[in-house]
Antibody, heavy 122, light 110 residues
Framework: EVQLLESGGGLVQPGGSLRLSCAAS????????MSWVRQAPGKGLEWVSG????????HFADSVKGRFTISRDNSKNTLYLQMSTLRAEDTAVYYC???????????????WGQGTLVTVSS | QSALTQPASVSGSPGQSITISCTGT?????????VSWYQQHPGKAPKLMIS???KRPSGVSNRFSGSKSGNTASLTISGLQAEDEAEYYC??????????FGTGTKVTVL
């Protein structure tokens, strides 16, 4: 059974940093691209970032480019999102999601975690 | 990377069919046959319902179907059931390996 478990969310001050983790199990982690998708309270879904199965290719939404970094450790079956220079508008539930392909090019995210809440506030 | 445009709400009676539109541009929906649809119930994670415009993942009811014409994609739910009441999001591939979601549509079963 595929499982994705996010952790690392919490309250952080504007301008601060936070690292999210997503522990994956139930599939061959290195064979699939992964994405982070966020949802602000009461709002819609926003794709944040994606990384290829090998980890060599990374992609970002314009709203986080230069502030967020995505990475993965295929030996630990874990996906990361390093967030810095956080703003109030980054407040959201952050989901990690498994892509159906090896590259960030299918738009098909077939498994999702339950999400972790990040709150940016002073 | 502007969000794709969806109607805020669509409703129908049990057994009826409804269609949700998703309008993009020639830089996303119009350029790629890479459109997916997600169902999200309140407080839950999204669920993939359609990939590659019209493919249903294993386990998804055949009451759900997808299509695309030009810059607009559509999701049709036939034989509407109470359990279909949820928020629905489209998603398209955009240039340079980025994804863009739609604004979301709340489906209400009357």
């Amino acid at each position: 059974e595929v499982q994705l478990l996010e952790s690392g969310g919490g309250l952080v001050q504007p301008g601060g940093s936070l690292r999210l983790s997503c522990a994956a199990s139930g599939f061959t982690f290195s064979r699939y691209a992964m994405s982070w998708v966020r949802q602000a309270p009461g709002k819609g879904l926003e794709w944040v970032s994606g990384i290829s199965g090998s980890g060599t290719s990374t992609h970002f939404a314009d709203s986080v480019k230069g502030r967020f970094t995505i990475s993965r450790d295929n030996s630990k079956n874990t996906l990361y999102l390093q967030m810095s220079t956080l703003r109030a508008e980054d407040t959201a539930v952050y989901y990690c999601a498994k892509d159906m392909g090896r590259l960030v090019d299918t738009v098909a995210l077939d498994y999702w975690g339950q999400g972790t809440l990040v709150t940016v506030s002073s | 990377q502007s969000a794709l445009t969806q109607p805020a709400s669509v409703s129908g009676s049990p057994g009826q069919s409804i269609t949700i539109s998703c309008t993009g541009t020639s830089s996303d929906i119009g350029s790629y046959n890479l459109v997916s649809w997600y169902q999200q119930h309140p407080g839950k994670a999204p669920k993939l319902m359609i990939s590659e415009v019209s493919k249903r993942p294993s386990g998804v009811s055949n009451r759900f179907s997808g299509s695309k014409s030009g810059n607009t994609a559509s999701l049709t739910i036939s034989g509407l059931q109470a359990e279909d009441e949820a928020e629905y999001y489209c998603c398209s591939y955009a240039w340079s390996s980025t994804y863009v979601f739609g604004t979301g549509t709340k489906v209400t079963v009357l």
